[in-house]
Nanobody, 128 residues
C-alpha cells in the first residue's frame, strides 16, 4: 500500500519561492506518475504538474509553466515541486497523488479520476 505525505507549505509574499515535498511510503514502479494538484477555496481540484518516477520526465499545466519545477529523488523516495514567482492566485491546498496504473506523465494526466492514492494536502498561501 502506498502512502503519500506532503510537506513544505506555508505563507509567502508575492514573488517569493516555496518548495513542496511529497514523501512516498511504499514502493512505486518506474512507470508510475506522481502528480501535483491544488484546490483553492470554492474551486475544483486542478492538476499542476506531474513527474514520471522512473525517468524524471515532467509536464506542467499552463498555470505552472515557467514558474514551477517538478522533480523526483528515487533514493529518498520523494517528489518535489519548486514554485517560483508565486502569485496570490497560487493560494491553495496542494496535494500529491499517484496510482498503480499510472497514465504517462507525457500525456498530462491532470484528471483527479485516475488516481487512488492521495496525500493529506498542504496549505500554500501567497499574500502581502
Amino acid at each position: 500500500q502506498v502512502r503519500l505525505v506532503e510537506s513544505g507549505g506555508g505563507l509567502v509574499q508575492p514573488g517569493e519561492s516555496l518548495t513542496l515535498s511529497c514523501t512516498i511510503h511504499g514502493s512505486l514502479l518506474d512507470y508510475s506518475t506522481v502528480t501535483w494538484f491544488r484546490q483553492a477555496p470554492g474551486k475544483e481540484r486542478e492538476g499542476v504538474s506531474c513527474v514520471s518516477f522512473g525517468d524524471g520526465d515532467t509536464n506542467y499545466a499552463d498555470s505552472a509553466k515557467g514558474r514551477f519545477t517538478a522533480s523526483r529523488d528515487k533514493v529518498k523516495n520523494t517528489v518535489s515541486l519548486q514554485m517560483d514567482s508565486l502569485r496570490p492566485d497560487d493560494t491553495a491546498v496542494y496535494y500529491c497523488a499517484t496510482d498503480e496504473y499510472s497514465i504517462p506523465c507525457s500525456l498530462a494526466p491532470f484528471s483527479t479520476d485516475v488516481y487512488n492514492h492521495w496525500g493529506q494536502g498542504v496549505q500554500v498561501t501567497v499574500s502581502a
